[in-house]
Structure formats: structure tokens, C-alpha cells
């Protein structure tokens, strides 16, 4: 099969977002080039609201589940910086050069295609 077929097929199949890195890996391949996206969760940053939550006393993770609408109780993985960084090193050592075309989702669980 052909590089435009796979494309097409993956396009017709409701890539949803992910044909760019598919595509993109399938005209890269033959330079050796991976290609790969990763989606990570809730990261524990200020943009999350962090300072907030510390200025409020409230736990972290409670103004993004107000934000969401989720009740409060709602289990919500969140994840130091640290651990989307150490995904993304591995993503670019040598070791995973049998990966490419995927988007990844980093997210504890949160959310599952």
C-alpha cells in the first residue's frame, strides 16, 4: 500500500486529529525520521491554578474541576512537569526508534480514547 493510501485510509477511518503526525511519520519514514505527538493531562502548573488554590487553602486540582463542572469528589490525575518531561526524553533517544505515528496520551488514566 501506498503512502497516499494509507493517508486517505486513515482519513476516511476519522483520524480525529491524528493524521498529521500519521502522515507526517509516512513521508519522514524514509529518511529515518520518527515522528510522534504526546497529549498530556492536567500538569501541575500555575496554569491549573495553583496559587490560587494555595491562596484559598483549597486541595490542589479544585478550581479545574469547578472550571470542568466536575463534582468535587471526581478523581482528576494530575502530574508534576517532571513527568511529561521524562516521556518526552524518552520519545527522543534512540531507544524508541520503533515508535512513530502515534499521538500518546500522558494522563493517568484521565482520559482513554
Do not use: W
Not at 482528576?76 to 531507544?95: G, Q, R
Amino acid at each position: 500500500m501506498s503512502n497516499d493510501a494509507l493517508r486517505d485510509a486513515d482519513l476516511r477511518s476519522g483520524g480525529r486529529g491524528h493524521t498529521s503526525v500519521n502522515s507526517t511519520a509516512l513521508e519522514l519514514a524514509k529518511y529515518n525520521i520518527t515522528v510522534n505527538a504526546y497529549a498530556p493531562g492536567l500538569i501541575y502548573t500555575n496554569m491549573i491554578g495553583h496559587d490560587e488554590e494555595v491562596r484559598l487553602g483549597l486541595k490542589p486540582g479544585a478550581l479545574m474541576k469547578q472550571t470542568l463542572g466536575l463534582p468535587e469528589d471526581t478523581p482528576l490525575p494530575m502530574a508534576e512537569p517532571d513527568v511529561i518531561a521524562s516521556f518526552v526524553s524518552y520519545l527522543v533517544k534512540p531507544e524508541s526508534h520503533f515508535i512513530t505515528g502515534q499521538t500518546i496520551n500522558v494522563n493517568g488514566g484521565g482520559y482513554r480514547e
